[in-house]
């Protein structure tokens, strides 16, 4: 048979630690290894490759370009990271091999197996020939992992990790594989002539460290809401704008706990001392500050950094241009990293890059536009974030965080003030949140955006689940990444996941209200409709009200206390707030349910009757549902579904729909969204 020589990406695989898991459990070793194969040979297949043969528990693929090689890993370790995870290392080489009587031969072989066995669980290793055609894609980031002497190999070869989001970097001083044996002898008698001086040297700077570490530890700390010393006290969207932009920068460390700034929101003016609060947060230092604007272009800002025993660690003063905003938070994360001593791991790294200049101009409106959207009550305020957002874009184009913001009020804001329907939403913001993800590839609010709009509105489950992980990799314990896990495992009915995530998002924005809120959400759709009422109860005594009317007004009525389930509704139709559809839909749907014909059918009219750009035909459905007038709802249902109701994530879940259910047009609808 003929046999073909020619350059090729070369890809080894192999799980880590199967042998020991089939002694386990092999029914379930044996999902693990078919999922290997079956993602294999898909994401192969997608990228011009040929997978050649198995070797167990690895495999050996060809491919015609190292991009596409490079691409095909990074697509099948984002896949093995969900469940059930496959614990798979990679190594790819580009070199020259022999095709012929179906197998591939050539020292290009040999070298990408050496260079595989160097690696861990959800790693990329790649050589350095193959590195060199990397460096010109910016979307591929990697580290070098320092040069090796290989089994069989003659000369020492440089390996280097892919350390884009979420992949595992091996690390240098532990890393193992088909090495060469030292010279055993040789290094003995090197080591003799140092015996007697090492432990000395040694013991010095033991003492040396930690007599300079000895007052410092600090593994969490808090960044306080910066003071406004502006004589007008007009600059909250530059003192906001300074601790939500700090936050995130030291959140990017994974030895660092900090809390959100929403958490922080609640200390702005507080009259709590500082012990107190790091008390009551659970951190050993806080960061405290003031920003004012002292000229167009530029700003003071001050920072320090105190332990809780308030002993000042770390203070400096800065003047600076608007243009350096960014370069400024992310210095002083540096500086205050290394006044705790605390070193960045490889990923960390990766997160932790020195962020661009901006436009000062761009960088105002693009900050007073959220300053006013994260309290927007009305779809006058969104217009206005909108606004401003628009305005940063036109004197900045190449700013991206304005972009997401813009994606963000077009995907959320505007739906829920019935200004687009969700696939008008869906196409304007998928329009501008394109742009960020193209300017910043590492911006988490566009890969949230991406989310809500999988999630909410396109309803591909696995891609969204995706999407979020990215998004998780790329700023550690962000509290909106954990929200909306925490909204996927409910709708997927993993109760216990969605309650574990919930904790830990308490240990990050603290015991307050929207604990509560989110720990009835949970409660209502796992059943636990007494459960729901007692956290309701318990709100009530911390707060001084209900945490989530809405729920409590469900649960009564689906316990079949029907009577306070009406008081709850009718206080609800009585806040000054104004009610959405969707609220008004709930309400008439618990009158309806109560016996109430008349003030349900009010409640349908109303919503009709609304002069708005889009109106959730489930908001009807769910009214005519609770007068047991099927057909009606699931009229109004259909229409849901076809109009891509963000609703519809819910129907597979929710007991509000239970008296529905068993209804085959109902079940058949559920079947076509494909729930996880």
Known sequence: ????????????????????????????????????????????????????????DGSLSVYKSGIEAVNCAIEMQEAFRSDPKVPLRIGIHLGDIVIGDGNVYGDGVNVTSRIESLGVPGCILVSKRLQEDLINHPEFKSVSMGKFEFKNITR??????????????PDKETIKGKLKEKNVNKEVRKKL??????????????????????TISVNSL??????????????????????NTLTNELRKISALTVPSSTTMRTYKETDKTLPEIAKELNVDAVIEGSAMKISNDSVRITATLIKADEKSLWSHEYVVGMKDFYVLNHDIAQKITKEINIVLTPADSVRFTSPSLVNPEALEADLKGMEVIKTAQNFEDVKLAV???????????????????LAWSYSKAYPYFSELSPLESLKMSEAVNKIALRLDPQLTLAYLNQFHNLYFIEWKWEEALGVLSKAQSLSLNDVE????????????????????????????????????????YIQFHSRNLEGVLRTAEEGLKLFGNYPVPSLQMWSLSLLGRHKEAVIVARSMLNNEIALSPVNRGEIGCVLARAGLKSEAL???????????????????????????????????????????????????????????????????????????
Do not use: C
């Open 1 to 56: 048979m003929s046999k073909e020589r020619r350059l090729a990406a070369i890809m080894f695989t192999d799980i880590v630690g199967y042998s020991a898991m089939m002694q386990k459990d092999e029914k379930g070793s044996l999902v693990i290894l078919n999922r290997h194969r079956n993602i294999l040979e898909a994401r192969t297949a997608a990228h011009d490759g040929k997978v050649i043969q198995y070797y167990g």
């Open 156 to 169: 020492p070869l440089e390996v280097f990790a892919i350390s884009n989001e979420g992949l595992a970097v």
């Open 193 to 214: 002539i140092k015996w007697m001086a090492v432990p000395l040297l040694s013991l010095l700077v033991l003492i040396i460290v930690f007599q300079s570490n000895k």
């Open 222 to 243: 808090a960044v306080l809401p910066f003071a406004d010393y502006s004589q007008e006290k007009d600059q909250a969207w530059l003192t906001d704008g300074m601790t």
């Open 387 to 405: 606004k401003y957002f628009q305005k940063a874009i036109e004197l900045d184009s190449t700013y991206a965080r304005p972009y997401a913001q």
């Open 481 to 520: 990444v954990l929200d909306f896990f925490v909204d996927y495992y409910v709708i997927s009915g993993k109760f216990d996941k969605a309650f574990n995530t919930l904790e830990e998002l308490r240990k990050i924005k603290g015991f307050q209200q929207w604990y509560f809120a989110n720990k009835m």
């Open 602 to 676: 009010e409640q349908l009219q109303i919503i009709k009757a609304l002069e708005l750009n889009f109106i959730d035909p489930v908001s009807i459905g769910v009214i005519y549902m609770g007068l047991g007038d099927n057909d009606m709802a699931m009229e109004y249902f259909e229409q849901g579904y076809k109009s891509h109701s963000p609703w519809m994530v819910y129907l597979k879940r929710g007991p509000p729909f239970d008296p529905i259910r068993g209804d085959s047009r109902f079940e058949k609808l559920i079947q076509k969204l494909k729930f996880p």
